[in-house]
Nanobody
């Protein structure tokens, strides 16, 4: 059974930092795209960051415009874990943060998993 379990959320003052972790289990995720999304009540889920496997042990990271330069995504394949280092946090970063794992196959097939989310609250 595949599981993604987020941790590391909490309450932090504006300008502070948090590091989120997402531990994956149930299979090896080294070739999967691992990402972070966030959502606040009444709004659509927002893309935060992802780290994609491009083959040969190379990974590429992409970020949402609102977090570029402040957040860093990384992964430890030996631990099947992806991290999100969040610096210079702002009140508008307050949201539930979700971890996701995905893999695309030929003919449009897609495999996707989501965690349960972890709350991040940034006070002003």
């Amino acid at each position: 059974q595949v599981q993604l379990v987020e941790s590391g959320g909490g309450l932090v003052q504006a300008g502070g930092s948090l590091r989120l972790s997402c531990a994956a289990s149930g299979r090896t995720f080294s070739s999967y795209t691992m990402g972070w999304f966030r959502q606040t009540p009444g709004k659509e889920r927002e893309f935060v960051a992802r780290i994609r496997w491009s083959g040969g042990g190379t990974y590429y990271a992409d970020y949402g415009d609102s977090v570029k330069g402040r957040f860093t995504i990384s992964r430890d394949n030996a631990k099947n874990t992806v991290y999100l280092q969040m610096n210079s946090l702002k009140p508008e970063d307050t949201a539930v943060y979700y971890c996701a794992a995905s893999r695309d196959y030929e003919l449009g097939a897609r495999e996707e998993y989501w965690g349960q989310g972890t709350q991040v609250t940034v006070s002003s």
